[in-house]
């Protein structure tokens, strides 16, 4: 059957779906929430960072690596866009929005939306998050996938964490790369973070990095991940490449973790 109906007063087990007690009852708290405009920066050419303070209710209690879906003004339309910041910081929402051309939240960054504007949130959303497990950790990001691991890597160090792990950051060009400083923090209070950017496309004369797509950087600098936790995050065909090829250097298909993302047309 695929429903049952409790008779009785009873107890459910559900440490088989490995949650924490906060992970499973935040499954109920998915609601709107009301939140103003707080900052919008230039991260790269084509991406935005935007800051949104929330106002009604002033909180959002959520699991770091997940989304939410912001709802464009006049329109029942949304557009998913995972956390950066960690749970920790849960007056705000700060997001990495990547500018697509023609995109309708493109447009309202670039001059239709304001500091004190008021903007509607669902969420939180999806089930990114950082497994329990002593595995070593590896996180694959393009583009504006990095927001997750943000988020992710930032509650690790709050924690103390001393579990390895390797981030990769796949761009085309080097003006792509953002948020290296707070990586750089990251990496001194996270000992055993290890960091590896990558570009695929033009890279100055003085870039001593990784070249390439971000996949092959992968299987070139990390050609045995036995043992291993992976986390994905960034355009679809990078997904679509890193999957099969994660399994190919031992990781088992299950310790393999994304949330999937379609591009809207209108985004």
């Known amino acids: 059957m695929c429903s049952s109906v409790p008779v009785d007063d009873c107890l459910v087990d559900v440490s088989g779906m490995d949650l924490t007690e906060d992970e499973f009852f935040g499954g109920d708290q998915i609601g709107a929430y009301l939140t103003l405009v707080e900052k919008i920066e230039e991260l790269t050419p084509d991406i935005r960072g935007l800051r949104l303070r929330l106002v009604d ?19 029942d339309e949304v557009r998913s866009f995972s956390l950066a910041n960690p749970p920790s910081r849960s007056d705000v929402i700060d997001l990495i ?7 309708r939240f493109a447009q309202l960054l670039n001059g239709q939306l304001s500091v004190g504007d008021k903007l509607r949130v669902y969420g939180p959303l999806g089930q990114m998050k950082v497994r329990l497990s002593h595995r070593p950790i590896v996180m694959i990001a393009g583009g504006s996938g990095l927001a ?28 792509d790369l953002y948020a290296l400083d ?31 797509l971000v996949t092959d950087v992968v299987a070139r600098c990390m050609p045995d991940l036995s043992g291993h936790d992976a ?21 088992r298909e299950r310790n393999i973790h994304f949330d999937a993302f379609v591009p809207s047309g209108g985004a």
């Open 182 to 212: 707070r990586i750089a923090e990251l990496q001194r209070r996270m000992p055993a973070l290890r960091f590896i950017p990558a570009l695929s496309e033009e890279r100055p004369a003085d870039w001593h990095g990784e070249t390439g």
């Open 57 to 75: 209710p002033p909180n959002m209690k959520f699991v770091a690596g997940q989304f939410v879906n912001v709802e464009l003004p006049d329109s």
């Open 97 to 103: 929005i990547k500018m697509l051309p023609g995109g």
């Open 231 to 251: 986390y994905l995050a960034g355009p679809p065909p990078m997904i679509d490449a890193a999957v099969p090829l994660l399994v190919k250097l031992g990781v």
């Open 148 to 175: 997750p691991f943000l988020s992710m890597l930032t509650e690790l160090a709050e924690q103390n964490s001393e579990r390895p792990v390797t981030l990769f950051f796949g761009a085309r060009r080097a003006e």
